[in-house]
């Protein structure tokens, strides 16, 4: 059951990713040059990326909910290594994502309240940026640890 749910986790954080790139590059591009904010593309892609973030964090807490009953069973001298990893993605892994969210739900409600087009990049830049790099960050962070 575990890996049934972990796999669409993985494949939908790399989509994810995906479009978060996608967004960063167009706020880019508007902000520092003559684009357009265009309604279909700049506001949609960013709905489409946040309702990718909220997916993602069902997916999350479904693996988390399954993922807790082994905790219990790993809390002991032998099994240390893989409590800390249990750890990582119970605690640190949570929170960096939790805060991916509203960073990504903020660049949505600032790209769709301000007026001015080139702020709407600016704002659309910073915390889809913040949310990318915290997703960066902690999918980086196992991997230095686990690698």
């Known amino acids: 059951m575990y890996s049934y749910i972990l796999i669409p986790h993985i494949i939908i954080s790399i989509l ?11 706020s880019f591009l508007g ?12 506001i949609n892609v960013p709905i489409f990326a946040v309702s990718l973030l909220y997916l993602e964090l ?8 399954i993922h807790i009953n082994e905790l219990s069973t790993l809390v002991s001298q032998e099994n240390a ?3 800390f990893s249990a750890r990582f993605w119970a605690v640190e892994h949570t929170i960096l994502m939790m805060f991916a969210i509203v960073f990504g739900h903020l660049g ?4 769709k ?6 702020s709407k990049f600016q704002k659309n830049f910073l915390y889809f ?9 902690s999918v980086g ?7």
């Open 129 to 137: 940026g913040l949310s990318f790099l915290l997703i960066i960050f």
């Open 108 to 111: 949505l409600v600032y790209a």
């Open 141 to 147: 962070m196992n991997m230095i640890r686990n690698g």
């Open 16 to 26: 994810l990713l995906l479009v978060v790139l996608f967004v960063l590059i167009r």
């Open 113 to 118: 309240n301000l007026e001015e087009d080139k």
């Open 58 to 65: 069902i997916l999350g807490m479904m693996l988390y909910a």
């Open 81 to 83: 290594n893989s409590y």
């Open 31 to 42: 902000f520092f040059s003559k684009v357009n904010f265009s309604k279909f593309i700049d």
